[in-house]
């Protein structure tokens, strides 16, 4: 199970914090993955980025939002983060936490993350 | 910036067969592209359907299956039901980045 926290509501220019704490599983887990999506009207379902445990931590970018973007997993919390500096309003979207187990098996989205709805206005 | 096509839109009669296709535009689909499926009805959540081209979640209707196609995934349905209408949205994997396509609005009329 995810559990998502974080603001959705903010200004241009500011980053966006979001967790996704992890139950029934461990970050760690060395045959998932931990991913971040997101859905807006415009631009539809997009996968932003990953990070994984493969005898070292690894994270993984869309090229949409490369060198905006960070993803790192908190072991101490088994959890997950995503940071997405200078938003913009093209930002503003439901965002979503989301497991993909080894070989292309991704989680129903009934067992993602139950969403944050983020908005960027001025 | 890679980029992932699929029909926009496509039509079948109740009870038909359809074909929907998930291109890339790196080249030739295959099985390392792992192609997930999505159903997504108006106003809802998507539903996984189909993972690693052609692995069926517990739920997914028989009526569906994925396949390669050509140089391309594919995702059919055989015997459409009104109840299958909805937008469709494959998933393909590139080397340490997933890139949705941007659907396939099906109508069964």
């Known amino acids: 199970q995810l559990q998502q926290s974080g603001s959705g509501l903010l200004k241009p220019s500011q980053t966006l914090s979001l967790t996704c704490d992890i139950s029934?599983?461990?970050?760690?887990?060395?045959?998932?993955?931990w991913n971040w999506i997101r859905q807006s009207p415009s631009r539809g379902l997009e996968w932003l980025g990953r990070t994984m445990f493969r005898s070292q931590w690894w994270s993984h970018y869309a090229a949409s939002v490369r060198g905006r973007l960070t993803i790192a997993a908190d072991t101490s919390e088994n959890r997950f983060s995503l940071q997405l500096s200078s938003v913009t309003p093209e930002d503003s979207a439901m965002y979503f936490c989301?497991?993909?187990?080894?070989?292309?098996?991704?989680?129903?989205?009934?067992?993602w993350g139950q969403g944050t709805l983020v908005s960027v206005f001025s | 910036q890679t980029v992932v096509t699929q029909e926009p839109s496509l039509t079948v009669s109740p009870g038909g067969t359809v074909t929907l296709t998930c291109a890339s535009s790196?080249?030739?689909?295959?099985?390392?592209?792992?192609a997930n499926w999505f159903q997504q009805k108006t106003g809802q959540a998507p539903r996984a359907l189909i993972c690693?081209?052609?692995v069926k979640h517990p739920w997914t209707p028989a009526r569906f299956s994925g396949s390669l196609l050509g140089n391309k995934a594919a995702l059919t349905l055989s015997g459409a039901q009104p109840e299958d209408e909805a937008e469709y949205l494959c998933?393909?994997?590139?080397?340490?980045?997933?890139?949705f396509g941007g659907g396939t609005q099906l109508t069964v009329l």
């Open positions: 790196t080249g030739a689909v295959n099985g390392y592209f792992y």
């Open positions: 998933l393909l994997y590139f080397r340490d980045e997933w890139v």
């Open positions: 690693a081209t052609g």
């Open positions: 029934g599983d461990s970050v760690s887990n060395d045959r998932v993955t």
């Open positions: 989301a497991r993909e187990r080894n070989g292309g098996h991704w989680d129903d989205p009934e067992s």
